[in-house]
DNA sequence: TGCGAGTTTATTATATTATGATACTTTGCA
DNA sequence: TGCAAAGTATCATAATATAATAAACTCGCA
């Protein structure tokens, strides 16, 4: 984000707020004012002025003794609104908590953001690890069995695009990282019509996931099914998880 | 919010530009610039330059034909920051599950946040409603069983003020809305440790809930788990569900 | 206990930036 | 077809945010 197209629609300082907002999360959930400036690379008078700000209209907390900052519950109000807005966490919600109860396994559902998933819905269960629990959640699409199954669904050249471009982010020693790799993958997921991905982001981690589409013939989602690795296997998800997986994602009808 | 206190510590375009944002939610999931100008009362020029910079900064989606705004993923990505800076969801979320699955019924957790009470955590069943599976939606605390259970551990002259000045809003034909009545059930709250609260919020619903304890003996969240009306019955609910909410309630120790 | 690096707060003059009135264009409805 | 309402664009003006500087803290370490 260096120096912002010149535009007289553009309000440069809501821009640095914004950045700064969305500086916190995954990495950083709470931090001083001097990580911020180094975070955001922002002005260090500008971060003060812009801290201020979205502390005393409350999106920020700021702790009395040790002068961090963290996203407050007007952040987290964000999500309703979000979810009121978005006419598929309706849609899906009731089909995937009963997925989630039928399996007994963590259910999500994902939407593609430019080159990743953001996570809109999950169903946990007593053995899913604290950031599989999260709504809101973005990883790289390219590493996850949810974006690889959207991908699986994109116009040829989009697709092809999607696999050479996106970025790629290890999360585990056995991420594949291997743009080759992950094309095959991809194929395969095309043919099948879901995709299956073994610990990619979470380790002992297997994924099945299947696209929902609009009838425009767009992936506008993704049905997900996480399991672990010493109780499943990835031939046992292929022949008992994924058929009921592309079943809910494709008894979706929406456009 | 007229005009802001002329502090040079304090960026009014961002200010205005939050102030769109958080109009987005439960009665206004999508607005169109007009509808923006009416709800927020901002200036028309205004509202156009920050909602296009939202737009822009990706915090807002512009449907190409109708014009009209929603909030993006991005904005759900602030609840998952939220979520990553909040000890609380942390700790209470694996009991809360095991406690969903064991009652097989809706278990939720609440904090209090000024005068009003926001959802951190949802486990839903098959049969709650949408508004009852989102996660950030806000309510007025004096007529939720979480706000009550919170309510009824503040300090006697705090607890005094809540009853008296906290805003209240009919949801339900059931709303009480009489502070007397409610005065009365906080204190049945403060006396039992946990409350229970009829059809405030949605029709047929029971709800019972018991406060989370700081060490320094603050209430900072809630408990709750709700039930609907043919199948339970307040009684049923106190004497069966109650005793559960309340044991999860205190085994949490935070601070 | 006291020194000093590293942070957080406070203060200013300056010009960049946001402002809001106005006019223009498109849309949707009768 | 025509009108009203909504969205888009333009622009001079002054108010507003800027970034440099200085003051007041913290906290670790000797």
Known sequence: MPSKKQD????????????????????????????????????????????NTLFREGFLLKDPITRRFRPSLKCLEMAAAYAWADPLVRLMMPKLIDLGHALGERVNAARLDGPDIVYIIRI??????????????????????????????????????????????????????DRGRIAERIEEAAGAGFAVAVGQNIINEIAVAAPVMARDGTPVAAVQCSVSAPKWTAERVTAELAPQVLDVANSFNFG
Chains 1, 2 share one sequence.
Do not use: Y
Not at 18 to 46: C, Y
């Open 8 to 51: 007289t629609l553009f309000v440069a300082s809501l821009a640095k707020g914004l950045t700064i907002l969305h500086a916190f999360g995954q990495p950083n959930p709470e931090m001083s004012l001097a990580e911020i400036v180094r975070v955001t690379g922002l002005d260090k008078s500008a971060c003060q002025r812009l801290t």
């Open 124 to 177: 946990p269960t007593q053995l899913t690890s604290f950031g599989g629990m999260i709504v809101g959640r973005r990883l790289p699409a390219l590493t996850t069995s949810a974006g690889r199954a959207m991908i699986s669904r994109l116009a040829p050249d989009a697709r092809r695009e999607a696999i050479e471009t996106w970025p790629l982010a290890a999360n585990t020693h056995a991420t594949e990282l």
